[in-house]
């Protein structure tokens, strides 16, 4: 196996009483598109600032490319990094903002104009060189700070929440594009965002942070289908969570004891032993929703309380005989609004043995 | 509309007064003839007894400025003087400016505060209290002797080491506040920027914290540069006998000389020096940053 280009070796950092970053280690492979997904005050931020050089570490070392720069300061990293805010040099014209870091390599002019130009190219903005910051939109000054950070061809590129001032549709745009520019210059990119819809969308790879520590890191498919742990399950998309307790155990077929709904539940694909207190994370879309009680041996009777239409679909909000709420959400296959049920009816709700994963902590 | 408009013209309407109306007094007087009367100048013109007007207005006391070599080295000196206080000042302004803006948020408005405690006691009285401070037998010399460096009381009063000090002392917080004012609001992220860019330090306090701090340089410039030319009390106090500044000069032509003519030419044209570095910090702040 190659050497990961970043290695976050046990790093933690405390600002006074506050642990920013806790005990992380954690190891990123050359060419990832690596996402830190958590919540503000998560710590990832500070771990992004870690690896640029802004912040040193309280205990523990950080890695590029196999060499030790924990203190290296961070003029000298081989990294470089697109601010949340930007950070575009006011008094500099866009081109200048973009030879900035070449000016400082002391590269020949010549050599700095043909990379200033083919970095303008590269985020599509041929002809605004001369222009100001503030004389750009917000979606241009994105892709300035994006090609200032890119000229330099750092062996990592550092995203602080990238897309987070541009609009919906915009940023949109912008995801495909950031994956395009990666694609094309072949950098490794670490960005971090609240999004987790913009992780999945972006990123080869997800850590999924919480109160400075990474509990889970996998692809969006593993992180979104197979959480590790009830933050997880919670913290990315909706979930269905049903507590419950381990009955039986048949290889890889658990059968779980949801004592508030009064039902026993069947899941496959799953380990654990007898007596384990864990819950069932099931993602609304998995669930059907139908009048007539299914055949399914995951089922449960419940009183349509909301239908939320979303255009593509629905979000259906049951509420069950203990009175617990479960949502489920149905594609609108047909054009025809008039759904099989309506609200306040009788439903039953079903879901296949493999659709949902068992969660512990 | 009509609160706004007279809460502008109140400020605008005292100016006029105080300030517009002394202006062409002087400048009235500056053209006019000196006597030996009450007030000791003739008025520009007069109503002789056949109903003609007879123009007495003369520029004579202009004349005299170019004329005399001693008013263009009393300007030259001021000049000079102010030039260096001021660059001075901002050397140890600058520092100090910086040092309180990028200290932790509790402590700057303690430093701040050191900055204008000063002001606290009259302008006067601490340029007094430089003068005790300074003499033969002063607490600046005898710490000196004390600590050994010097064997005789060294002449620092009435020398123009002595003016400096005293501009350099008297001005700072001038400086130091619109420094302060113009670092404090620069965005620490683009300093984080430019190092990530691979800037040192030095590099990246080159091309990005001095340039984006050049409005405060300026103003505070102008805030030492400008009162320090026309500076009375501290050459006066501070300064030798042959420390002719202009603010003295004008001093002595009205009180001394009591040639107010002269005295109110030697105004306006202080004023007209004042004035051209004004203008040309007005066009900078203006020049279109969009």
Sequence with gaps: ?361 | MRGRATVIAVPYLWLLLFFLVPFFIVLKISFSEGTLAQPPYLPLYEVTDNGEMEITATADSYAFLIEDPFYAEAYGRSLRVAFFATLIALLIGYPMALGIARSKPPWRNFLLMLVILPFWTSFLIRVYAWKVLLQGNGAVNAALMALGVIDQPLQILYTDGAIYLGIVYSYLPFMILPLYAALERLDASLDEAAADLGASPLRVFLAITLPLSMPGILAGSLLVFIPAVGEFVIPELLGGPDAAMIGRVLWNEFFANRDWPVASAVAIAMLLFLVIPIMLFQRYQERPTR
């Design chain 1, 1 to 361: 196996m190659t050497e990961p280009v970043v290695h976050f070796d046990r790093v933690t950092k405390r600002f006074g009483d506050v642990v920013a970053v806790d005990d992380v280690d954690l190891e990123i492979e050359e060419g990832e598109f690596f996402a830190l997904l958590g919540g503000s005050g998560c710590g990832k931020t500070t771990l992004l600032r870690l690896l640029a050089g802004f912040e040193r570490p309280t205990s523990g070392r950080v890695l590029i490319g196999g060499e030790d720069v924990t203190d290296v300061p961070a003029h000298r990293r081989p990294v470089n990094m697109m601010f949340q805010s930007y950070a575009l040099f006011p008094h500099m014209s866009v081109e200048k903002n973009v030879a900035f870091g070449l000016k400082q390599d002391g590269l020949p002019k010549a050599e700095i104009a043909t990379r200033v130009e083919e970095a303008l190219r590269l985020v599509e903005l041929t002809g605004l060189g001369g222009r100001r910051p503030d004389q750009l939109s917000g979606g241009q000054r994105q892709r300035v700070a994006l090609a200032r950070a890119l000229i330099k061809r750092p062996r990592v590129l550092l995203l602080d929440e990238p897309l987070a001032a541009l609009d919906k549709r915009l940023r949109e745009q912008t995801q495909f594009e950031l994956m395009r520019i990666q694609d094309e210059v072949g950098i490794t990119f670490i960005v971090v965002t609240h999004d987790q819809e913009e992780a999945m969308s972006l990123a080869t790879r997800i850590g999924v942070m919480r109160a400075g520590r990474i509990v889970q890191t996998g692809t969006p498919r593993e992180i979104y289908e197979t959480p590790q742990n009830r933050f997880v399950a919670d913290f990315i998309g909706s979930v269905n969570l049903l507590d419950g307790r381990v009955v039986a155990v048949d290889g890889t077929r658990v059968t779980l004891a949801v004592d508030r709904l009064g039902i026993n539940v069947i899941v496959d694909e799953a380990s654990a032993e007898v007596d384990t207190v864990c819950a069932l994370a099931l993602r609304p879309e998995k669930i059907v929703v139908s009048i007539d009680e299914p055949t399914a041996p995951n089922r449960v009777e419940g009183i349509v309380k909301e239908i939320g239409y979303l255009g593509a679909s629905c979000i259906v909000r049951v509420r069950t005989g203990s009175g617990d709420v479960l949502q489920a959400v149905q594609p609108n296959r047909q054009r025809d609004l008039s759904l099989a049920f309506e609200w306040d009816q009788r439903v039953w709700l079903s879901w296949s043995e493999a659709s949902g994963v068992l969660v512990f902590e």
